[in-house]
C-alpha cells in the first residue's frame, strides 16, 4: 500500500477542511511547492491535490500552481477537483499531471468518463465521495441518491481502474478512517481502491494495509504532526 499525502488548495493556499465544510478552514501552509517538495523529500511515491476553489465553481481555479508542481516535482501528482470536461483532462495529463480525478462528472456524465477511460486508461481514477454510504458531489455540497457500492460498480463496468474512497464525515476529523466502507468496497469491486477521510495515526495505516489496498491518502494527521511520512511510508514496506 502507498502512502500518499494530500495538499488541498484553496485561494492558492494550503488547507484542511472539517468534515468537507468550507466555513471550517484551517489554512496549513502559505507555500504549496514547498510542501510538496517536503513529502517528495520524504519519501512520498505520489502526491494529492485538490483544488477546493474549482470543486465548488465547476472548473480548475488554482491550475497555475498544479501545473508548475507536475513541471517542478520528480514524483508524480493526482489532481482533482472542477474537472468536469476532456479538454481539461488531457490538457493536466499533456502537462505531466500522472493521475485526474473526476468526482461530479464521474456522477452526472458517464459518458465523458468512459471516454476518458478509454483515452487515458489508468491516469484516471474516480473520487467517489459519501454520507452515510450515498454519493455527494459538487465540492461536497450535494448529496445524491447513489450508494457507493453502486456506483463503484458502474465505474468498474466502464473501465475505470482507479477509486477513491472518502468518507466525508470522517474527513479532516482524525477521527479515524471506515475500515468497514473500505473492506465492503473491496468484496464488490477488483479495482485500486484508495482510502481517504479520517486517517488518525499508524493503527489506522496498519489496519488499512492489512486489507492489501493500493493506497492511503493522509492529510490533517500529516500537518497536525500525528504521523510523521517516513515512518509510515516505513510501516507499508
Excluded at 508542481?69 to 488531457?90: C, H
Aim: hydrophobic share 40%; net charge neutral.
Amino acid at each position: 500500500m502507498i502512502i500518499i499525502p494530500a495538499i488541498d488548495i484553496i485561494g492558492g493556499k494550503a488547507v484542511r477542511l472539517y468534515q468537507g465544510d468550507y466555513r471550517k478552514k484551517e489554512v496549513v501552509g502559505n507555500d504549496i511547492f514547498d510542501i510538496a517538495k517536503g513529502f517528495e523529500k520524504s519519501g512520498a511515491k505520489y502526491i494529492h491535490l485538490v483544488d477546493l476553489d474549482g470543486a465548488k465553481k465547476g472548473k480548475l481555479v488554482n491550475k497555475k500552481i498544479i501545473l508548475n508542481l507536475a513541471k517542478e516535482l520528480t514524483i508524480p501528482i493526482e489532481v482533482g477537483g472542477g474537472i468536469r470536461n476532456y479538454k481539461e483532462v488531457e490538457e493536466l495529463i499533456n502537462h505531466g499531471v500522472s493521475r485526474v480525478i473526476l468526482g461530479t462528472a464521474a456522477l452526472e456524465d458517464e459518458e465523458f468518463v468512459s471516454s476518458v477511460v478509454r483515452d487515458f486508461g489508468d491516469k484516471i481514477a474516480v473520487g467517489v465521495d459519501c454520507k452515510k454510504g450515498y454519493i455527494c458531489t459538487r465540492g461536497w455540497l450535494e448529496e445524491s441518491n447513489v450508494h457507493y457500492i453502486e456506483f463503484c460498480k458502474r465505474m468498474e463496468n466502464i473501465g475505470a481502474k482507479n477509486i477513491i474512497l472518502t468518507d466525508i464525515s470522517k474527513d479532516g476529523t482524525l477521527e479515524g478512517t471506515n475500515i468497514s466502507m473500505v473492506k465492503q468496497l473491496k468484496e464488490y469491486v477488483s479495482v485500486n481502491i484508495i482510502a481517504s477521510g479520517g486517517v488518525k495515526d499508524y493503527y489506522d495505516i496498519k489496519k488499512l494495509n492489512d486489507l492489501d489496498i493500493y493506497g492511503v491518502i493522509i492529510g490533517k494527521a500529516l500537518y497536525s504532526g500525528n504521523i510523521d511520512l517516513k515512518e509510515a511510508i516505513n510501516l507499508c514496506r
